[in-house]
């Protein structure tokens, strides 16, 4: 089945940059998307096919793409973004799939 | 505003059924390209898709759970309904709906979410 993978954790400073990543387990990769989930709450799309950002999202989200990896950057880490990051794919029988997860810790 | 709320019992014994429905608004599941998935989370554990149904009533279901899990739609209600058969403790998660993008196979707007536990 297809699998994404993802760090368990990333910690950053404030005011830095934190990059988090998702590898797929196969090719073709699929449009990847990029959810923040904060204690209590329901996820919330930052990052859509790849890199684009929803109407709302702080410009300090952005997302890349390489072969079959891709990143969620966020630069300028605000102690806000504390909260657990899902990459999100599709595989090419119609499955979705979330990546296994990243807790982001501000220091 | 598209809006989704989930509701269904908080409570489940083992090997019964559980029956969540989905109410939203501000979208209509006839739209082509919409979709309305279904998301669950065990406490402190990652997310898992579940299901998705489409507005021309297309069903995909995880490959783990397919054999249990059924999804329908009632357009005129503005709901749709996951029953998964069979519950077992390992089951206990919140479950989310969520409102799938007509173009990008992508979930951007989500229920609040409603926890279930299953327990004699």
């Known amino acids: 089945s297809y699998e994404l993978t993802q760090p368990p954790s990333v910690s950053v400073s404030p005011g830095q940059t934190a990059r988090i990543t998702c590898s797929a387990d196969a090719l073709p990769k699929q449009y990847a998307y990029w959810y923040q989930q904060k204690p209590g709450q329901a996820p919330v799309l930052v990052i859509y096919?790849?890199?684009e950002r929803p109407s709302g999202i702080p410009e300090r989200f952005s997302g890349s793409s390489s072969g079959t990896t891709v990143t969620l950057t966020i630069s300028g880490v605000q102690a806000e973004d504390e909260a657990d990051y899902y990459c999100?794919?599709?595989?090419?029988?119609?499955?979705?799939?979330f990546g296994t997860g990243t807790k982001v810790t501000v220091l | 505003q598209i809006t989704l709320k989930e509701s269904g019992p908080t409570l489940v014994k083992p090997t019964q059924t559980l029956t969540l429905t989905c109410t939203f608004s501000g979208f209509s599941l006839s739209t082509s390209g919409v979709g309305v998935g279904w998301i669950r989370q065990p406490p402190g554990k990652a997310l898992e898709w579940l299901a998705l149904?489409?507005?021309?009533?297309?069903?995909r279901y995880s490959p783990s759970l397919k054999s249990r899990l059924t999804i329908t739609k009632d357009t005129s209600k503005n709901q749709v309904v996951l029953t998964m058969t069979n519950m077992d403790p390992v089951d206990t998660a919140t479950y989310y709906c969520?409102?799938?993008?007509?173009?990008?196979?992508?979930?951007?707007?989500w229920g609040q979410g409603t926890m279930v536990t299953v327990s004699s």
């Open positions: 149904i489409y507005w021309d009533d297309d069903k």
């Open positions: 969520a409102h799938r993008l007509a173009i990008y196979d992508v979930f951007d707007i």
């Open positions: 999100q794919s599709v595989d090419s029988s119609g499955t979705y799939v």
């Open positions: 096919k790849d890199s």
